[in-house]
C-alpha cells in the first residue's frame, strides 16, 4: 500500500469529509448520534503494481461495520475484513475476487489461476478452488470502496436499503469523485447501484478510462454461493 495514496485517502475521507459533513473524526458519529461514518476503503499492498488498476465500488458496508467497537474502518482493520487467511470468504467478497481475476487474468501471476470451468461455479465454489496465497494475491492487487459512507447505528438488520441513501448528495458524490481521482484506476467495476443516476454515473465515466456496471455479487441462487460466474460476471465484462 503506497504510503501517500493513504495519506491523500485520509485527508478526504477524514479531514476534509468529517468538516463538510460534521461527524465526529475519532468515533465518526453525526451530530445526531443516529448515523456513522463506516470507515477508510481497501487498498491491496500490492494496487497500483499491476496493469489494469482495478477500483471496486460497492453500495454501502455490510456485516463487516465495526459496531461492537462503535467506531469505523481503520485502513488496518479493514484489511482484517477484506483479507481472510482463514479463507472463508462470504459472497460478496466472492464475486469481487472473481471479478478481479476475470480482469487480470492476462497478467502474471494470476494468468495461471484463472481456469476456464470457474465460468460453470458460484463464485465461492471458484474461489474454494484457489489456496489462500492465492486468494491473497488477488486482494492485494486491488482497492474496494463504498459509494454510500455511512451506516445507521447500532442497526442489527443489514440487508434491504436503509443505508443506500445519501445525506447530503452533492458533498457526498462529490468527496466519493475526489476519492476515485486519488485512487486513478484504469477500471472501476461498480457492483449494482440502485440509487446511482444516470448524471452521477457519466461523471465517474469521465473521470475514469473503463466504467462496468456488474450485479451485486450475491445475486442469483445465494444459498449456494453467491453469483454464477458466466452469468454475473463474465457475460457483464467481456
Known amino acids: 500500500m503506497s504510503i501517500e495514496l493513504k495519506k491523500d485517502i485520509h485527508k ?12 465526529n473524526g475519532e468515533t465518526g458519529l453525526l451530530p445526531n448520534g443516529k448515523r456513522r461514518f463506516s470507515g477508510m476503503p481497501f487498498i491491496g499492498n500490492d494496487y497500483g503494481k499491476f496493469s ?20 469505523y474502518h481503520n485502513f488496518d482493520t479493514k484489511r482484517e475484513n477484506c483479507v481472510n487467511m482463514a479463507g472463508k470468504y462470504y ?15 492476462e497478467v502474471a501471476p494470476f494468468n495461471s ?20 496465497e492465492q486468494i491473497r494475491q488477488i486482494a492485494n492487487a486491488i482497492a474496494l470502496t463504498n459509494l ?16 443506500r441513501k445519501w445525506i447530503d448528495h452533492d458533498k457526498e458524490f462529490a468527496t466519493f469523485i475526489e476519492e476515485v481521482k486519488c485512487f486513478a484506476p484504469d477500471i472501476v467495476v461498480i457492483q449494482r447501484i440502485g ?10 465515466q469521465q473521470t475514469v478510462e473503463r466504467v462496468y ?13 453467491g453469483c454464477n460466474v458466466q452469468k454475473y460476471i463474465i457475460e457483464y465484462l467481456k
Open 52 to 71: 489494469p488498476k482495478i477500483l471496486i465500488v460497492g453500495s454501502d458496508i455490510g456485516c463487516d461495520e465495526r459496531r461492537n467497537d462503535n467506531t
Open 91 to 105: 459472497a460478496h467478497l466472492a464475486g469481487t475476487y472473481m471479478t478481479a481475476l476475470y480482469l487480470l487474468k
Open 195 to 204: 440509487l446511482l443516476s444516470e448524471k452521477d454515473l457519466a461523471q465517474i
Open 213 to 225: 456496471t456488474l450485479p451485486h455479487p450475491s445475486s442469483g441462487a445465494r444459498e449456494r454461493g
Open 148 to 163: 454510500h459512507k455511512f451506516v445507521t447505528k447500532d442497526r442489527d438488520d443489514r440487508s434491504g436499503d436503509k443505508d
Open 12 to 23: 478526504i475521507l477524514i479531514e476534509d469529509f468529517s468538516k463538510a459533513m460534521g461527524f
Open 113 to 132: 489461476m484463472w481456469q476456464e470451468n470457474f465460468s460453470d461455479k458460484t463464485a465461492t465454489l471458484a474461489l474454494k478452488t484457489l489456496n489462500t
